[in-house]
């Protein structure tokens, strides 16, 4: 089984200013970056209205460019560097960012996930929603206490403290992933409200 995209970020964000920092690839192979990216547009896809890899914008062993338009319709140009992910853009294919929003320019996120929660509130809901399905998913199919498969990095901490507490049972899958749950666990009810005013 390959890696998941935050096995990846993390693979690529410890190569930074080493040696092994462009990752040179054979002719046909595609570099870790643009594995990276690859499974970015991947696993994002529910959660924009579009992404892609830039055609037009320079594609190398060390530099590769990402265009999404969030849920909202705000386009971003996305660059991607062993130093992380962060917005070169409000356009999409364009390498020249907003003079007004350096901040915005100028700052790096470990994945991908993290950089869409802090510009994309939409984002942040349609990944609750996600994790809720996926956790009522776990309640129903798993009353093992076993973690359901999930493709997307939970960033920051919302499960207890005590995961490993012996109260909690899991797989070796689960327990590999280090989450786990205890066997009674409710079905957690989540409310999301969208910005349309829908549910």
């Not at 529910?46 to 594609?59: C, D, G, H, N, Y």
């Not at 109260?167 to 666990?185: D, H």
Request: hydrophobic share 35%.
């Amino acid at each position: 089984m390959g890696m998941s995209l935050n096995e990846v970020s993390t693979r690529n964000r410890s190569y930074q200013g080493t040696n092994n920092g462009s990752l040179s690839t054979s002719r046909g192979e595609q570099s870790s970056l643009e594995l990276e990216a690859i499974a970015a547009v991947h696993e994002l896809s529910f959660a924009v209205q579009t992404i892609s890899v830039s055609e037009m914008l320079p594609r190398t062993s060390e530099l590769i460019f990402v265009n999404v338009s969030t849920v909202e319709g705000q386009p971003y140009c996305l660059e991607l560097t062993m130093k992380g992910w962060r917005v070169t853009s409000l356009r999409q294919d364009c390498m020249n960012g907003d003079f007004r929003r350096m901040d915005l320019h100028t700052k790096y996120f470990e994945s991908p996930y993290q950089l869409m929660d802090t510009i994309s509130p939409g984002y942040r809901d349609l990944f609750g929603e996600k994790l809720a399905a996926r956790l009522r998913m776990l309640a129903v199919d798993g009353e093992e206490g076993c973690m359901a498969p999930f493709g997307s990095y939970v960033p920051g901490s919302i499960f207890p403290e005590d995961m490993d507490s012996p109260e909690r049972v899991c797989s070796p899958t689960a327990r590999s992933s280090g989450v786990s749950f205890p066997q009674t666990a409710p079905t957690p009810i989540v409310t999301v409200r969208h910005p349309s005013g829908g549910g």
